[in-house]
T-cell receptor, first 114, second 111 residues
Framework: GAGVSQSPSNKVTEKGKDVELRCDPI?????LYWYRQSLGQGLEFLIY????????KSGLPSDRFSAERTGGSVSTLTIQRTQQEDSAVYLC????????????FGPGTRLTVT | RKEVEQDPGPFNVPEGATVAFNCTYS??????FFWYRQDCRKEPKLLMS???SGNEDGRFTAQLNRASQYISLLIRDSKLSDSATYLC????????????FGAGTRLAVHP
């Protein structure tokens, strides 16, 4: 009964470096979401994947951010040329295929850009 | 205007108190509504869905007023373990379940 897993749990990087964050959704969940949560703030939607459909990338804050999902399962979120304002917790969530309201979240990756 | 607005709190209440949180949302086409709970430095977890007729789960009661675009959560007989941030969440159902999260209301229950 594994839940959503994310790695790494913590990442400290220097400004200007690229980072890659990984999400393993619950097996059988075809819908996958990425969010960002800055300190004391709500969750900010970044991107949504559903099966083989084109992802909704409308929440990505800049072209430095990209995400992919290989084989309909694992997803990676890549941030290029990181900036200090990218520091946040990056959360991944998955849901059952179509119509599942409840989102199951991973523990998040805490990114700190120095 | 934020899509989902909540009073950030904190609400500091003694054990046994009744506390109510409110939330407003801006999109009248929103389809479904939820309260999630988020413990400090943890991921959000679904607390309960909110139905038009109002619904209760033990000490927790949620209500929805579509006309006023207003959602509430009432916690009775507060426990120390209720201390957390409560996130108001709205599903805008834009072809898929796009959840919009409020910034949360922090609750601290003290002995």
């Amino acid at each position: 009964g594994a839940g959503v897993s994310q790695s790494p749990s913590n990442k400290v990087t220097e400004k200007g470096k690229d980072v890659e964050l990984r999400c393993d959704p619950i097996s059988g969940h075809t819908a996958l979401y990425w969010y960002r949560q800055s300190l004391g703030q709500g969750l900010e939607f970044l991107i949504y994947f559903q099966g083989n459909s084109a992802p909704d990338k409308s929440g990505l804050p800049s072209d430095r951010f990209s995400a992919e999902r290989t084989g309909g399962s694992v997803s990676t979120l890549t941030i290029q040329r990181t900036q200090q304002e990218d520091s946040a917790v990056y959360l991944c969530a998955s849901t059952v295929p179509w119509g599942g309201d409840e989102q199951y979240f991973g523990p998040g990756t805490r990114l700190t850009v120095t | 205007r934020k899509e989902v607005e909540q009073d950030p709190g904190p609400f500091n209440v003694p054990e046994g108190a009744t506390v109510a949180f409110n939330c407003t949302y801006s999109n009248s086409a929103s389809q479904s509504f939820f309260w999630y709970r988020q413990d400090c430095r943890k991921e959000p977890k679904l607390l309960m869905s909110v139905y038009s007729s109002g619904n209760e789960d033990g000490r927790f009661t949620a209500q929805l007023n579509r006309a006023s675009q207003y959602i509430s959560l009432l916690i009775r007989d507060s426990k120390l373990s209720d201390s957390a941030t409560y996130l108001c969440v709205v599903n805008e159902a834009r072809g898929y379940n796009k959840l919009i999260f409020g910034a949360g209301t922090r609750l601290a229950v003290h002995p």
